[in-house]
């Protein structure tokens, strides 16, 4: 069974920081990319960063450039999103999904193939 798991999110303050985890089974985990997107109430669902399944290509969306870092232990079958500096503009659900590709990654929703159930980011005082 095909399966990605978020965890990680929580409430924090603004400038701290939270890390994700995005855990997968059920398929050969260096064969896919993976990317990070997030909805926010009443917006759609956008990229925020993405990697490679060697782990050697990486993208982030401008607004979190500097701030987040994407990365990934095949090891263990997951990918982490250390994201620093949060903003209250950062607050959303985080969704991980997987895009099977043999190179690189792209932050386009419809190249992903499944996703998980998202984990909660809120930045509030």
């Known amino acids: 069974q095909l399966q990605l798991v978020e965890s990680g999110g929580g409430l924090v303050q603004p400038g701290g920081s939270l890390r994700l985890s995005c855990a997968a089974s059920?398929?050969?985990?260096?064969?896919?990319?993976i990317g990070w997107f997030r909805q926010a109430p009443g917006k759609e669902r956008e990229g925020v960063s993405c990697?490679?399944?060697?782990?050697?290509?990486?993208n982030y969306a401008d607004s979190v450039k500097g701030r987040f870092t994407i990365s990934r232990d095949n090891a263990k079958n997951t990918v982490y999103l250390q994201m620093n500096s949060l903003k209250s503009e950062d607050t959303a659900v985080y969704y991980c999904?997987?895009?099977?590709?043999?190179?690189?990654?792209?932050?386009?929703?419809?190249?992903?193939?499944?996703w998980g159930q998202g984990t909660q980011v809120t930045v509030s005082s």
């Open positions: 059920g398929f050969t985990f260096h064969y896919y990319a």
């Open positions: 990697i490679s399944g060697s782990g050697g290509s990486t």
């Open positions: 999904a997987a895009d099977r590709r043999p190179v690189g990654a792209t932050m386009t929703l419809g190249e992903y193939d499944f």
